[in-house]
Structures are given as C-alpha cells and as structure tokens.
C-alpha cells in the first residue's frame, strides 16, 4: 500500500505566479488534510477536506488559497499570486474514515520556495 | 481552546544517554494522543501513540504513557543513537472539528557520536 504522496517535492515561483501542489491520499482514505510549517514556526493546519468537499477551512488565509478534493483524482493546494512569505514546506495527511484514533499519516512534503 | 505545550529544543545528547521530552496538553474529553517525528528533508511518521488514559505508546525504543492526572504524554527512550537525531512533535485531534491535529512547537534532538 503505497504512501500519501505529494508532488511536486520542491517548486519554485517567482512572486505573482500561481503555485499547485498536489496530494494523492493513501489507498482507502477518503480524509485529507493540509498543513503548512513556516521557518522558525510549528506545524499548522490550513484545511480539511472529503471527497468533493470542503469541511473545516478556518486555517487557510482568507485571500489567494484555495483547495479542493475532487471526485477522481489528487488533492489540490492552490495559492494565487505567491509572496515572498508563502515560502514554506506545505504537507498533505490522510486518514481513513473515521475511526477511533484519528491518526493521519503524512507525505513527504512540497517545499515552495517564492524568489 | 484545545493546545499542546512541548519542551522547547534543540537538545543535544551523546549516543547511549536518555532522552525526555517533555509534553502536556489542554483538550476538551480525553483525546488520543500522538507524538510524530520528522527527519530532515522528509515529511512526519507516526512514531507512537495513545488512545486513553494510562495507556503506554512504545516504538523503536520510544515510549509515552498517556498521564489524565497531569495531562502529559512525555517522550522517553533509555538510549538515544545518532539515527534519532530529528525533531519530534507531540500532536492531539481536536475530534469536533474533523480530527485536525493541534501541534507543539516541536523539538529538535541532535545525538552526538
């Protein structure tokens, strides 16, 4: 069973351009969540989404991100004119649906780097 | 609100000392508890967890034991080795909002030869 994957690994955009990321969930996992880890700063989440929904968006800043999750295919993180302060490493989690523990497994990352 | 306070880093140990690493948490009901760890360049793995009070997560060497009396679930291990060297967050679900972890700031640990 294959891992949640993330891809690009690295990108770079230079400020005003538009950056995807994606993110396939692991097999059977209908839950993914975005979270971004800022230099010098924790791990935050951003968004919370199900299968052509979005659930819970309180940690997405409220202009130039976007998400969603559609019916077939990845994950995807969305942020319009980048700045230089978008530059971060952005990870995907899933988990299957809800059972007792809540446990998310991670991918390995998208490091976004704005020049 | 729902919050994890985690010992802050960097430690730096030699190979073969202890390890603690402190947590405790404020939640609402008596959430599952997880410590993840990240090693450079790469994204989060489970390391352990605990689903109830006085329950103990172990891996690798690693344990934790979910205490409800003082709302901690510290990481230890008995003998650190160079591999360990990582930064460890200890994480809680906030359950009523979709299961969205709350971390700590996480801690650095750097082993020594």
């Known amino acids: 069973n294959a891992g949640v994957m993330q891809n690009p690994r690295h990108l770079v955009r230079r400020r005003g351009q538009e950056a995807r990321l994606r993110c396939s969930p692991m097999k059977g996992h209908s839950h993914v969540y975005w979270y971004r880890q800022l230099p010098e700063e924790g791990l935050k989440f951003m968004v919370y989404?199900?299968?052509?929904?979005?659930?819970?968006e309180s940690g997405m800043p409220k202009e130039r991100f976007s998400a969603e999750f559609p019916k077939e295919g990845p994950s995807i993180l969305r942020i319009q004119q980048v700045v230089r302060g978008d530059s971060a490493a952005y990870f995907c989690?899933?988990?299957?649906?809800?059972?007792?523990?809540?446990?998310?497994?991670f991918g390995p990352g998208t490091r976004l780097t704005v020049t | 609100g729902d919050s994890v306070t985690q010992m802050e880093g960097p430690v730096t140990l030699s190979e073969e000392a202890c390890l603690t690493i402190?947590?405790?948490?404020?939640?609402?009901?008596?959430?599952?508890l997880f410590w993840y760890v990240q090693y450079p360049g790469e994204g989060l793995q489970l390391l352990l967890k605990?689903?109830?009070?006085?329950d103990k997560g172990s891996n690798k060497g690693f344990e934790a034991t979910y205490r409800k009396e003082t709302t901690s679930f510290h990481l230890e291990k008995g003998s650190v080795q160079v591999s360990d060297s990582a930064v460890y967050f200890c994480a809680l679900p906030i359950y009523n909002q979709g299961g969205k972890l709350i971390f700590g700031q996480g801690t650095e640990l750097s082993v020594k030869p």
């Open positions: 989690a899933s988990s299957p649906p809800k059972g007792a523990s809540y446990e998310q497994y």
């Open positions: 989404l199900q299968k052509e929904n979005i659930i819970d």
């Open positions: 605990a689903t109830k009070a006085d």
């Open positions: 402190n947590c405790t948490y404020t939640a609402t009901g008596y959430p599952s």
